[in-house]
């Protein structure tokens, strides 16, 4: 199993970015999958949750993601995107991609997956 | 800030049963997760559903939930695991985490 993200890069407030999780070694398209935030030093925030494709990829977001950040999914490439406008000082930190606790068909128990994150900062 | 409010920091002497607690309004109705994290390395999943062990999770970790407060027990605790310790509840729509527990292994 394995989430990978990329797309992290020094940006200036005002910017966007886009940064991507490509996920491998689990059924995708069974998955949720969410953005999870963490600024240097400081604890985790959940950012958003993308629902499954025959869910309608219905989409919830945190409100300081609402309105600027956008998760999309495309499961032919088993990647989840983070789409992320008008970026702010505060939007630094890691940015991960989970699947949060799960279970999935034909995988056994529980599971919660998480990549090394990606890292995000917005300075001038 | 986080609406789940867990204690900034506790300590434990080796062998003994260290407790961390989480409580808020969002809480009171939902289930609780709780993650580990040590410096420089993704979250790991210790309980979910309140009370459960992912496969692979020792024994000695454990949790329970009473009212709006969620609890995270661990004993005989070892040197392994000193960490920061998260909570995360989950409901329709969102999955807020508490602000993060600093477990230190005296």
């Known amino acids: 199993v394995q989430l990978v993200e990329s797309g992290g890069a020094f940006v200036k407030p005002g910017g966007s970015l886009r940064l991507s999780c490509a996920a491998s070694?689990?059924?995708?398209?069974?998955?949720?999958m969410s953005w999870v935030r963490q600024a240097p030093g400081k604890g985790l925030e959940w950012v958003g949750r993308?629902?499954?494709?025959?869910?309608?990829?219905?989409?919830d977001y945190a409100a300081p993601a609402r309105g600027r950040f956008t998760i999309l999914r495309d499961d032919s490439k088993t990647t989840v995107y983070l789409q992320m406008n008008g970026l702010r000082t505060e939007d630094t930190g890691l940015y991960y991609c989970?699947?949060?606790?799960?279970?999935?068909?034909?995988?056994?128990?529980?599971?919660?997956?998480w990549g090394q994150g990606t890292l995000v900062t917005v300075s001038s | 800030s986080s609406d789940l409010t867990q204690p900034p920091s506790v300590s434990v002497s080796p062998g003994q049963t260290a407790t961390i607690t989480c409580s808020g309004g969002?809480?009171?109705?939902?289930?609780a997760s709780w993650y580990q994290q040590k410096p420089g390395q993704s979250p790991l999943l210790v309980i979910y559903?309140?009370?459960k062990r992912p496969s692979g999770i020792p024994e000695r970790f454990s949790g329970s939930h009473s009212g709006n407060t969620a609890t995270l027990t661990i004993r005989g605790t070892q040197a392994i695991d000193e960490a920061d310790y998260y909570c995360?509840?989950?409901?329709?729509?969102?999955?807020?985490f508490g602000g993060g527990t600093r477990l230190t292994v005296l």
């Open positions: 559903q309140d009370n």
């Open positions: 995360q509840a989950w409901d329709t729509s969102s999955g807020v």
């Open positions: 993308i629902k499954r494709k025959t869910e309608g990829e219905s989409t």
């Open positions: 969002k809480m009171g109705a939902l289930f």
């Open positions: 070694g689990f059924p995708f398209s069974d998955a949720w």
């Open positions: 989970t699947t949060g606790p799960t279970m999935l068909q034909g995988v056994k128990g529980t599971v919660d997956y």
